[in-house]
């Protein structure tokens, strides 16, 4: 396919886009609302300079935080005719120098990156005479990821996590520091870096060594950096090494959408970006291609007066149904609503794959699976190892590459790529249960269907799709005029009477896809939580639980950490083109006491969402209803409960306790040992607080456990027997 000239290229475009995709020197600094069109912006910007011969393609590295994210770039700048170009992760494109250069530089073989952390944490932790579960470990390991990428140092931690708000559980600073430091001799010790390695590796190859400086900043004269609000620091004096003092550097972001600061991200570099390259071209997006006028309008309210406001979206698709908000008693009521709905919406034809249950955590999706599962629709869950990197999907396209190569097939491309995965334990419908099962059946089940998706493409005569099955794990950035080529495949176009694909025709794209990590998706409802969502878009969307304690969560106890939890929710809304229902539930489970009351972000969006507050409402009443009764008070002290973990034991979190501390040791123990056996974390098995409930209250049967908050029929079933026995 001929690439497209500079004309074509900017009449894709709509004012605000064409304006990014002409602003070819200098600093550029784009503010992309939600569903803008961002990815457009600047792929035709970038097109558009190798068109008119500003841009060498090869001169270009353009840096986004995802491998999906890097690959759909790719495969765009392919279509629009700019196939030389870079597109990469920070990870990855430091990791590639790194290999070229470190050889050469050290005279020594760079280090084996690591998988996982875990081993060597946990070897660390032994040798500082500490003992961490599981979850502990994986604590330890985010919070060594945050220094890291902060640039502080183990012996720097401990002065700094405070000040920072860095805490572990049950963990204090210094111990945290030593376990650090311990962990980083163990690493080096075996001749292991991990990922923050690769950038802090490649960041002091640049800084020390000239000559590799040189050569980099020859090799790379233009870079473009999406998803700028989620830069660290590390990853911001990478960038900077990597210009060497120029200022050829377009940056795209939304500070609405900052939502991993708990990880290192700053959105200050993108909203300062101006100060710092005086000269900058700062352009706005605001064009809402995505979502109705009722989701925007949401949505702008939503953050409208606050710190997180970003642009005013301007809906470009016409009107839509209302935003529905809604109430139920418990969580299973909650599921049970939402999958109803859902299999309304399917039967009045909207495809499950473009439905998505979005929640605050992964714990709160086991309600929703048992109630889809109970109406025979299919789901997905988000959210796990990368989609190729998966055993299963490794051993699936060894299988059907062999079967390729072999020729035993049938000819028919569906019906050889299912009875191929039979072999593997494939079936038509999905299993009952969950856990890996599930999860391998839903990989090899996505397979099916993008043989069936890959078929029809071809069939059709419009080459290999380019597009995720379904839509469900697809870019979020349809967003302005038609784009040249957005259809376009890389074969060439075959009649409607020329033969299907075969089998090795659909191994050649899985392979492509592999490489550029464009997974497809199986057909059925995702369930993801908010933050795996960002950067995805659905037809319909269930916001759930949507409830203070849960969102915000209750952890979220500055007022810069409350915020984020609000972009969090924006990110939530905006995922949605048509439908948009957001809902809470006053109790956990069926029978239990209606204690919450549904987020506070809601009281601007909901009809008379503030009322209550503003009235004295009692803690979980229901919307619009009358007070239910007063608020939950320490037993201890009289005062009234701040928080959801406060409320689940009664007293306040610095009143002494009122439990039997020796018994609550025990329940630890024993939950210490059930979660090793069970392979999960401990606070799967209970929480602390709701053992400190156990503890407090000393249940004598299962239905009195029942009566204890965090306690339901399942957690019955599984630990039951055991809690009383101790109790006893």
Known sequence: MPSPRPDELLAALDPEQRQVAEALRGPVRVLAGAGTGKTRAITHRIAHGVATGVYAP????????????????????????????QARTFHAAALRQLRYFWPGVHGTELPTLTESKLPMLALAVR??????????????????????????????????????????????????????GAYEDVKRGQGRMDMED???????????????AAQVRRQYKFFTVDEFQDVSPLQSALLDLWLGGRDELCVVGDPAQTIYSFAGANAGYLRDFPSRYPATTAIDLVRNYRSTPEVVGAANTLLAGTPSKGVDLVAQRPAGPGIAYREYDDEVAEAEAVAAEILTLRDAGTPLSQIAVLFRINAQSEAFE???????????????????????????????????????????????????LAGMG???????????????????HALVSQAETFRAARGAGSGPAEGDAGGAGGPADAGGPADLGDAGGAGDAAGESAPGPDLGAFVDDLDRRAAEQHAPVAE??????????????????????????????????????????????????????????????????????????????????????????????????????KVRGRAAMCRTCGHPLASAAERKIGRCADCPATYDVELFEQLREWRRGRAA????????????????????????????????????????????????????
Not at 137 to 165: C, F, H, M, T
């Open 58 to 85: 090869t001169e270009v590295l353009a840096v986004t935080f995802t491998t999906r994210a890097a690959g759909e770039m790719r495969t765009r700048l392919r279509d629009l005719g700019a196939p030389g170009v």
């Open 127 to 180: 040798r500082q005479r500490e003992s961490v579960d599981q979850a502990g470990l994986r604590d330890l390991a985010s919070e060594i990821e945050w220094a890291k990428v902060s640039n502080v140092r183990p012996e720097q931690y401990a002065a700094i996590a405070p000040g920072r708000g860095r805490e572990v559980t049950n963990l204090d600073p210094a111990t945290v520091a030593r376990v650090f």
């Open 198 to 212: 690769v950038l802090l590796l490649a960041a002091a190859l640049l800084a020390e060594d000239e000559r590799v």
């Open 370 to 420: 048992d109630a889809l599962a109970a109406r025979g629709l299919a789901y997905v869950v988000r959210g796990a190892a990368r989609f190729f990197d998966r055993a299963e999907v490794r051993q699936a396209i060894t299988l059907l590459r062999g079967s390729a190569r072999s020729g035993s097939g049938t000819g028919d491309l569906v019906a050889d790529v299912r009875d191929t």
């Open 426 to 444: 494939w079936t038509e419908q999905p299993p009952t249960g969950r856990g890996t099962v599930r999860d391998k059946w839903e990989s090899l």
């Open 524 to 625: 059925g409802v995702t369930l993801a939580t908010l933050h795996t969502a960002k950067g995805l878009e659905w037809d319909a969307v269930f916001v759930c639980g949507a409830q203070d304690g849960s969102l915000p969560i209750s952890f979220a106890s500055t007022p810069a950490e409350v915020e984020e939890e609000r972009r969090l929710l924006y990110v939530g809304m905006t995922r949605a083109r048509r439908h948009l229902a957001v809902s809470w539930s006053l109790a956990r489970n069926p029978g239990g006491r209606r204690t919450r009351r549904p987020s506070r972000f809601l009281d601007p969006l909901r009809p008379g969402g503030g009322s209550d507050r503003e009235a004295g409402r009692g803690r979980g009443g229901r919307s619009g209803g």
């Open 677 to 728: 056996a069970d392979q999960v974390p401990a606070y799967v098995v209970f929480t602390d607080a709701t053992l400190e409930a156990i503890a407090e209250h000393r249940p004598g049967s299962e239905s009195d456990l029942m009566r204890i908050s965090g306690i339901g029929a399942a957690k019955i079933e599984r630990y039951g027997t055991d809690v009383l026995a101790i109790l006893g």
